[in-house]
């Protein structure tokens, strides 16, 4: 069994607690999946099954949309409603819809964002929640996002002393939502945290087409989980494409070094191209040759079977 299943991440787990579960489901070892979720978050998470597994680094690369809802009026240790309240002010006049809409708009673009200490980026070989955890504040590296889209869902709803509302946003890779809660919060002035997130898409895998874990179980019952898996090639939609004969298409399967065609003469070293066969099997992850631009050489060879 191999391919990508598509997760309506339930509330209560870890990514990897959805990995392990999947293992036993599936029964198979060789499980995967592509970009965290935190255990209150819902949602698309796309999982690799079988050789699947070799292409999570690209799929974990595509942008995610999200739907979340911040409160405003205080903030928590996890900057989600899990944590501890630290800091409380009460919001004593209505925020004006207006007002939050241009605070959207002002964060479209690239900014710097901070990771949470409750996260599993890495400080000095450590984890920052294991220093969190330890009570141990530390300097944390402000890193580049990218906010595509961010828009206010529904009103703006005051009710003693907090404020809360909904809001869209498209980001890439790295993006703490939790953290873009507490920083809207800030350019309003006040404390807040992120109380409710929902991922609805990566890439352009969408919440519509995730399976459940009970119709998961359903489908491994009725022997029908396979016709639910997206192919690898399918799951690589977005990366430039290059389908070749069926002689050549032996050579890639041994990791074969090919001339680059001119259509990706312009791309740059490394970055990825999926490799077809005559039979839309992708059959290898190539890129430009980082020395010699006329060649392209394999990043990774996903059938090597004669």
């Known amino acids: 069994m191999e391919g990508v299943l598509l997760l309506n991440k339930p509330v209560g787990m870890t990514s990897h607690d959805c990995v392990a579960k999947m293992r036993r489901l599936a029964k198979t070892k060789k499980v995967g999946h592509t970009g965290t979720l ?11 099954l079988g050789r699947a597994t070799k292409i999570v680094e690209y799929l974990t690369a595509a942008t995610k949309t999200y739907e979340a809802e911040i409160t405003i009026g205080f903030s928590t240790t996890t900057e989600d409603a899990s944590g501890q309240v630290v800091e409380k002010k009460n919001v004593e006049n209505p925020i004006a819809k207006e007002e939050v809409e241009k605070i959207l708009q002002s964060m479209i673009g690239t900014i710097e964002q901070i990771p949470p200490m409750y996260s599993a980026v890495k400080v000095k070989g450590k984890k920052l929640y294991e220093y969190a955890r330890a009570g141990i504040e530390v300097e944390r ?29 498209t980001c890439s890779k790295g993006t703490y939502v939790r953290t873009l809660a507490v920083m809207i919060g800030e350019r309003l002035g006040y404390p807040a945290h992120m109380s409710h997130l929902v991922r609805t898409e990566s890439g352009d895998f969408k919440l519509k087409d995730c399976l459940t874990f009970e119709e998961i179980e359903e489908a491994i019952e009725k022997n029908e989980l396979q016709t639910h898996l997206l ?15 069926d002689t050549l298409a032996e050579k890639v399967k041994n990791g074969a070094v090919l001339v680059l065609p001119t259509q990706f003469q312009d791309m740059e070293a490394g970055s990825p191209i999926a490799v077809y066969s005559e039979d839309h099997r992708c059959l290898a992850i190539y890129g430009k040759h980082p020395t010699k631009s006329h060649l392209m050489k394999p990043t990774k060879v996903l059938y090597n079977e004669v």
């Open 141 to 169: 590296p402000a890193r580049l996002i990218t906010i595509s889209k961010l828009i206010l869902l529904g009103d703006v709803t005051h009710k003693n002393g907090v404020v809360t509302f909904h809001f869209r946003v």
């Open 38 to 48: 935190d255990p209150d978050v819902t949602g698309v998470l796309p999982i690799c």
């Open 231 to 245: 192919s690898i090639g399918e799951a690589l939609y977005d990366l430039p494409k290059l389908i070749i004969h």
